[in-house]
């Protein structure tokens, strides 16, 4: 189900074809910097660049018998080139390679991510603007509180994702680092320049200081930004999920014609994509504990690590580039009920107004505290009655003194809420016409 909505070249990127491929556009760019530092003759050169290639199959039956991968990859390599083969890996080790791809796809990622982000936030932009006015109910703690609009929520949307952008794009900063320092990072076999050539021509900058790795901490925050950003996904689907309960009814996941919602209840419709998205999330949080595990190495390095990534980060970039489309067709897709949303507005019977009443006889220099426990009074007798907070507060002989029936019908205008949406809407970026 997850190949219908992950970009293809998302999954591409962490096929064995691709890491040979990345392994070897590191190799090569490391003999082209050497060639031209006069560290290998330009006639070997040449034919490293023409003859250069590799055999997964062949490398696959290769690491079945040395058992290590990058030996089996220059192998491969090496049978492709000849004896100009020598020059290649020159001075380097393994990490150097691995790691200095894995930068590369990182990076990758993070674009096809930062990509996914934007389209969530253009989605709930669209929404945001299409509702700004669409008055419904707040809450607080699940119980209605004031008015709001659900233009509002979605622009509070568009700015969440944006800090999830933000984080990410910095995530890309950290992680667009490579690393050709040797074996335990200080550079005995290989010059500086080489490193900063091989990094400059695959579009990373190179390490300041590295042992026979990066260091982790890079990739943790990484995967944090991929949990933070998924969290955020769970905790709109959460908010979308809670909108769609038969006591509420405000808005929808679109149920499309001939879809069914439960194999015993014919008349379900239930919020199957949040809550799918709102598990997902798990995942992608149990992966950012891994990668921050992943920090602690022994000395120079160990390779503790290496099984844990080969497994977190492929699947959390295809995870979260997954969840990102899902929620697109979810806030794009979803029903929205303004007149279910104006219904429970009105089904508490004015309750949501008692705070502007007590304002007002604050300002007519009732004590805060009297004026409280008199709107307090009256708030509870309409929970328990159902009669309007606006009838029993003008017939209670207290407030009756200092405020009159038109006083306090001013009280339980909506529009007093929304008088500074056009002025939210423009903090977020999103000005209104």
């Keep these: ?85 020598r020059h290649i890996h020159k001075g380097m080790t393994s990490s150097d390679v691995v790691d200095t791809a894995l930068s590369v796809n990182l990076v990758k990622a993070a674009d096809f991510l930062i990509a996914g982000i934007e389209k969530v936030r253009a989605a709930s932009a669209k929404q945001a603007a299409k509702h700004a006015f669409t008055p419904m109910i707040g809450r607080s703690h699940g119980i209605h509180a004031e008015p709001t609009t659900f233009g509002l929520k979605m622009a509070l949307m568009y700015d969440e994702f944006g800090r999830a952008l933000a984080r990410l794009r910095a995530a890309r900063e950290t992680v667009r680092v490579g690393k050709l ?44 930004a991929l949990a933070l950003a998924g969290t955020s996904v769970e905790r709109w689907a959460q908010e979308f999920r809670h909108l769609q309960r038969t006591e509420v009814r405000e808005v929808e996941e679109f149920f499309g014609q001939g879809q069914k919602g439960s194999s015993a209840m014919p008349h379900k419709k239930n919020p199957v994509v949040a809550e799918q998205l709102c598990g997902l999330a798990r995942v992608l949080r149990g992966y950012a504990l891994t990668a921050m595990e992943n920090v602690p190495l022994w000395h120079e390095r160990d390779i503790s690590h290496s099984s844990a990534e080969r497994i977190i980060l492929p699947d959390a970039t295809i995870l979260l580039d997954y969840m990102l489309a899902k929620l697109v067709a979810l806030v794009a897709g979803m029903k929205v009920d303004a007149g279910r949303m ?92």
């Design 181 to 224: 320092s040797g074996a335990v990072g200080t550079h005995a076999h290989l010059d500086p320049k080489i490193e900063a050539a091989v990094c400059r021509k695959l579009g990373l900058k190179p390490a300041a200081i590295s042992t026979q790795i990066l260091q982790r901490d890079r990739h943790a925050e990484y995967a944090a």
């Design 1 to 85: 189900m997850i190949e219908r909505y992950t970009r293809p070249e998302m999954g591409a990127l962490w096929t064995d074809e691709q890491k040979f491929q990345t392994w070897l556009a590191v190799e090569l760019a490391a003999c082209e910097a050497m060639a031209k530092a006069g560290k290998i003759p330009q006639k070997d050169w040449r034919e490293i660049h023409r003859k250069a290639a590799f055999d997964a199959k062949r490398i696959r039956k290769i690491e079945a018998e040395v058992r290590h991968d990058v030996i089996a990859f220059l192998t491969s390599v090496a049978e492709k080139v000849g004896p100009a083969a």
């Design 342 to 433: 104006q219904a429970n507005l009105d089904s508490t019977h004015g309750l949501i107004h008692s705070q502007q009443v007590l304002l007002l006889l604050v300002e007519k220099g009732v004590a805060r505290e009297d004026a409280y426990r008199w709107v307090q009074r009256n708030a509870m007798e309409s929970w328990k009655s159902g009669r309007p907070l606006l009838e029993l507060a003008a017939s209670d002989p207290d407030i009756a003194k200092v405020a009159t029936r038109r006083e306090l019908a001013a009280c339980f205008d909506l529009k007093r809420h929304f008088r500074a949406v056009k002025r939210t809407f423009r903090a977020v970026g999103l000005p209104l016409k």
